[in-house]
């Protein structure tokens, strides 16, 4: 590569880059990039109320699941006291008997 491609290269740069920068920094652009970023924010907000739905939604199972278990532990309890009444009551008869 001479030094004149060089130099056509670097102005060339040097042209691209101010034009880049005109372009970027216009009005136009700038309605563009607002544009943009209230769609994003839209995006946001609708993401934020999906996660918000599913974290009630998952408060609503965890609660129900409690209570499910609280019942089948109140049951356990229920089941043994009855094993021991009757292994009492069946003691007591022997004890009767004998």
């Known amino acids: 590569m001479n ?14 880059g101010t034009a880049g920068k005109a372009i970027l920094t216009s009005r136009d652009a700038k309605k563009v990039y607002t ?4 769609a994003v924010l839209r995006g946001r907000d609708c993401i934020m ?15 129900d699941a409690e209570d499910i ?5 109140a049951d356990a309890e229920k089941k043994k006291v009855q094993e021991a009444e ?3 009551a069946a003691y007591k008869e022997k004890e009767a008997e004998a």
Request: with cysteine.
């Open 3 to 16: 030094v004149l491609e060089k130099i056509a290269w670097g102005a060339g740069g040097l042209l691209l």
């Open 35 to 38: 544009h943009c970023t209230a």
């Open 49 to 63: 109320e999906t996660g918000d739905a599913i974290r009630e939604n998952c408060g609503d199972i965890y609660a």
């Open 69 to 73: 278990n609280h019942v089948r532990y």
């Open 86 to 88: 009757a292994i009492l």
